[in-house]
């Protein structure tokens, strides 16, 4: 089967219980909503395909649980990403300090080349809001990050915050996708000038192609 994308990268999203990272993600991967809150046990993941600039991205997007229990689980995972999301809830404002606890651990772990942006959630609980957007916004240009203000809910700004961290790590790692596209190019030309080449096929050849 054709593969049917040119790169993966791997996302973590981090923030504690209850910020709605989940529903972000479910939003975002399967266009659902559910209101109910169900904490993550671990981790969870779920996939989906973006076109960013003529390339087929896929990207694996982990769901981390908050709470301080698993902690040592979701460390294991923050060497091998290459965006984070951080979220707090703007309703909340204990989640909202908390953030510096989060880009701590990922400075400690993460590698040099992480992207990362800062999301606060829940926009659709206006009301009841304890962080401004003023709060958001210097937090996030302490820490070098873009921001965004979402709601899962209202399926505000969703769309755009993934997009945005998967168009920094893609930016990031511009040459070294260029390089793996560039060769896969230069395979594919050679695979369809071999099949147009007159002669049999060896035995061990074609396994081989079966085998790619």
Request: include cysteine.
């Amino acid at each position: 089967m054709a593969k049917q994308y040119d790169v993966l990268f791997r996302l973590l999203m981090f923030g504690d219980s209850g910020v709605g990272k989940t529903s972000m993600l479910r939003r975002f991967t399967e266009s659902e909503f559910e209101s109910s809150h169900i904490s993550t046990i671990g981790v969870d993941f779920k996939m989906k395909t973006l076109e960013i600039d003529g390339v087929q991205v896929r990207v694996q997007i982990w769901d981390t649980a908050g709470q301080e229990r698993y902690q040592t689980i979701t460390k294991q995972y923050y060497r091998r990403a290459q965006g984070i999301i951080f979220v707090y809830d703007i309703t909340n404002a204990s989640s909202f300090q908390r953030i510096s606890k989060w880009v701590g651990d990922v400075d400690e772990f993460s590698p040099h080349r992480v992207q990362r942006i800062l999301v606060g959630n829940k926009t659709d609980e206006k009301p009841n809001r304890q962080v401004s957007q003023e709060q958001g916004k210097t937090l996030a240009k302490s820490y070098g990050m873009d921001f965004f203000e979402t709601s899962a809910s209202a399926n505000t700004n969703i769309t755009e915050s993934f997009t945005r961290v998967t168009e920094l790590v893609l930016q990031a790692h511009k040459s070294d996708i260029d390089n793996l596209i560039g060769s896969l190019d230069e395979y594919l030309d050679r695979v369809a000038l071999e099949e147009e080449s007159p002669g049999p096929q060896s035995e061990s050849s074609a396994q081989r192609t079966c085998a790619c």
